[in-house]
């Protein structure tokens, strides 16, 4: 856009610099206006906000990037299985050293979608199964609901990254949608994509019965969980 009036410009002027100059420093604060509205949405779209953005998503969605409780064995360390390349975390400079109580972006854009998601849902496991899918697109991650038909229900994740962060979230219940007054007994998943839950008479993209499906890792719900 400065370059557009600078253009306009008549030809007995361009060879002054001084002049040139004091129009550019007049027009430039109306340039960085203009660049900071082009790229507002992107900076503050929940898919491609970081760091203080997305802390104010947070605020919008009344989400905080913090937890009550401090997540242990998080960061990233050598031959301990689970915490090796892409499953550690990078311990940053005002970390505790046993653990982590600030969300890392990636983690809590998830709780934030999360959130969004549960507020426009409709109520039934299919439309449950779909948002699921949508929160864990790029982990290849994928879910399955089971009605208990006794106001509880069972969670199953298939492929969910094998992370102390994911496998806290679990037990704090940051990571699920569900009706109003009905119970999660447990959660079940396993590690890779590829793999699929055990299940009796089933066989689909998440679920096979015996050498096809894995037994899932329960994990349970601390007492105060959502």
């Excluded at 361009?14 to 206006?33: E, S, V, W």
Aim: net charge negative; aromatic share 12%.
């Amino acid at each position: 856009m400065l370059n557009n009036y600078l253009n306009l410009i008549t030809s007995q002027h361009r060879d002054k610099p001084r002049y040139i100059g004091t129009l550019t420093a007049l027009l430039q604060p109306y340039q960085d206006i203009f660049d900071i509205a082009v790229f507002f949405d992107e900076d503050f779209d929940m898919e491609y906000a970081i760091g203080r953005q997305l802390d104010i998503c947070g605020e919008i969605l009344d989400k905080d990037r913090l937890l009550k409780v401090q997540i242990t064995d998080t960061y990233f360390t050598w031959d301990t299985e689970g915490l090796g390349w892409g499953q550690g975390l990078w311990k940053a400079l005002y970390d505790p050293d046993s653990g982590i109580t600030s969300l890392p972006d990636d983690v809590y854009r998830r709780i934030l979608k999360v959130k969004v998601l549960s507020n426009q849902w409709d109520g039934t496991l299919g439309d449950a199964r779909l948002m699921y899918d949508l929160i864990f697109a790029d982990t290849g991650a994928m879910v399955v609901i089971a009605d208990n038909q006794d106001m509880t229900m069972t969670v199953g994740f298939v492929g969910l990254p094998n992370s102390p962060v994911y496998m806290a979230l679990l037990r704090l219940g940051e990571l699920f949608i569900k009706p109003a007054g009905v119970g999660i007994n447990f959660y079940l998943y396993s590690n890779e994509p590829t793999e699929k839950l055990f299940a009796w008479d089933s066989d689909s993209d998440r679920l096979a019965g015996w050498d096809e499906g894995y037994w899932g890792i329960e994990v349970k719900m601390d007492e105060g969980g959502n």
